[in-house]
């Protein structure tokens, strides 16, 4: 039974409104946060950024995803390394321009991003978030369990277990009760992206060339103007995300993270940027390989085609590495994505939304995280499924849907009634919105190339 709550009068008598007590949620997070206050007091400072490192780098290396890494290395067999190598680093740039002021809102604000945009824009705006949040997490979903069922069937294992690999660790690691449990054990199978970075050394590349391409920008490639313009859509889809927003945001707020913590919100950011360029590099320089084997042809999501593909070029352990790397790139984006699916769901109907939650205490958030994941997975069972075409499409709907998202949290980030003096300085929201006309750009010249010739007026 909950304990009455007690008036609080001031040393002038006055009595003040009543505080709501403690909920258990207040309690293990205030734990968390001493922890903190105890590291900043004693200036322990590699342990302060141990504490405060991880909605940043579970963002960005959660969006190396399956379907990310395959089309990196579907670029690379197409086009060598050429444009699109150091295009992934300019990509990811952009990609910690946007997730800064996710981090910086949920920090000053302590809301999310769902909570927010419905408080401030209303209902309609609101739900509209939620439901384009919801949609394309679903189908990246999907493209997830694809990602961990190409991977496993390279070590022919079927696709009954990569289903029930995805449940089990969404189960497993939302058991604690502790948001912070939830973190670091996403964070330790995050560090394994690495190996397309290690796939990429293995497959022995011309490093001059990679060097030479990343200093010199080269010129946009030839070919189908169509394709080109599908992998440069698919490429930014790789990067920066709707769900993203939503993860971040929440997960910068459900980490109890405060305006004192800024600066490391900004490194982990950074470092999350950073460690996913270079190895989204990894998985195009390892893709490379196969450029003059008929690398244009591999159908990299049918079956284990691009491990496949990758053994008879570079060899077993080039492919198995990539496989694994596949597996876990499908499982940690899989975590993280229906987490940001839960995050919308609590905030946006006004219930507890928070890891440090029991399942009890959110059983939306919490039915919300596995409802979603268990979907997708079903759908991967299903006889004859258009697997191949949802998981080629979801990173381009990322992108067509992403400026919305964008424009919302541009305008949160200068909310000054929100957020005061951390409000968006002028050169970020410069950057901000060349990001947005460029994404925007980039999303309608491929949907409109695609409508023409879908009626046949160019071919």
């Known amino acids: 039974m909950t304990p009455p709550v007690e008036p609080q009068v001031s040393a002038s008598g006055a009595v003040a409104a009543p505080r709501p007590p403690l909920t258990s949620e207040d309690a293990v997070r205030s734990e968390d946060r001493a922890r903190v206050h105890r590291a900043r007091h004693h200036r322990r400072r590699w342990y302060l950024l141990w504490l405060l490192v991880g909605p940043g780098i579970l963002a960005m290396l959660g969006e190396n995803d399956g379907p990310s890494m395959i089309s990196y290395a579907t670029t690379g067999a197409t086009y060598g390394y050429g444009f699109f190598l150091p ?3 300019v990509t990811f740039a952009m990609a910690i321009v946007c997730q800064e002021m996710c981090m910086r809102v949920g920090a000053v604000t302590h809301r999310g991003y769902g909570q927010l945009v419905l408080q401030r824009f209303g209902s309609v705006w609101g739900w509209f978030a939620a439901g384009d949040l919801l949609f394309t997490n679903l189908v990246t979903l999907i493209a997830e369990f694809v990602s961990i069922r190409v991977g496993l069937a390279y070590f022919h294992i079927g696709a009954g277990l990569a289903a029930a690999l995805g449940i089990v ?3 497993f690691t939302m058991s604690g009760g502790r948001y912070w449990r939830w973190e670091r054990i996403a964070l330790g199978l995050a560090i394994f992206n690495g190996l397309f970075l290690l796939a990429a050394i293995m497959a022995g590349p011309n490093w001059g060339s990679v060097g030479h391409s990343i200093a010199t920008f080269s010129p946009f490639p030839g070919g189908s103007f169509n394709t080109l313009l599908l992998l440069l859509a698919s490429t930014i889809g790789a990067t920066v995300t709707p769900w993203m927003v939503f993860f971040q945001q929440s997960a910068s707020a459900d980490k109890g993270m405060t305006p004192d913590d800024l600066k490391h919100g900004r490194i982990d950011t950074v470092a999350g940027g950073a460690l996913a360029a270079l ?3 990894g998985a195009l320089i390892a893709g490379a390989v196969l450029a003059t084997h008929n690398g244009a042809n591999i159908q ?3 079956g284990a085609g691009f491990p496949g593909a990758l053994r008879t070029v570079a060899g077993g352990g080039v492919a198995s590495v990539f496989a694994l790397g596949l597996i876990e790139a499908g499982a940690v984006a899989v975590l993280t994505i229906s987490a940001s699916t ?10 507890a939304s ?3 939650n029991s399942p009890r205490g959110a059983t939306l958030f919490y039915g ?3 409802s979603v994941a268990l979907i997708a997975a079903a759908i991967i069972l299903i006889p004859g499924a258009p697997l191949l075409s949802i998981s080629l499409n979801a990173n381009v709907l990322a992108t067509v849907l992403l400026p919305v998202t964008l424009v919302f949290m541009i305008m949160l980030g200068n909310d000054r009634e929100l957020m005061g003096r951390w409000a968006n300085t002028a050169t970020i929201n410069k950057l901000a919105l060349a990001i947005v006309a460029f994404v925007s750009a980039c999303g309608a010249a491929y949907g409109i190339d695609s409508f023409l010739q879908t009626v046949h007026l160019i071919h």
């Open 169 to 171: 660790l969404v189960l």
């Open 354 to 356: 928070s890891f440090n």
């Open 342 to 351: 839960a995050y919308a769901a609590g905030e946006c109907i006004g219930r």
């Open 300 to 302: 990299g999501l049918a």
């Open 87 to 89: 295009f992934i680093v």
């Open 279 to 281: 190895f989204g590099c």
């Open 368 to 370: 919300a995280n596995v």
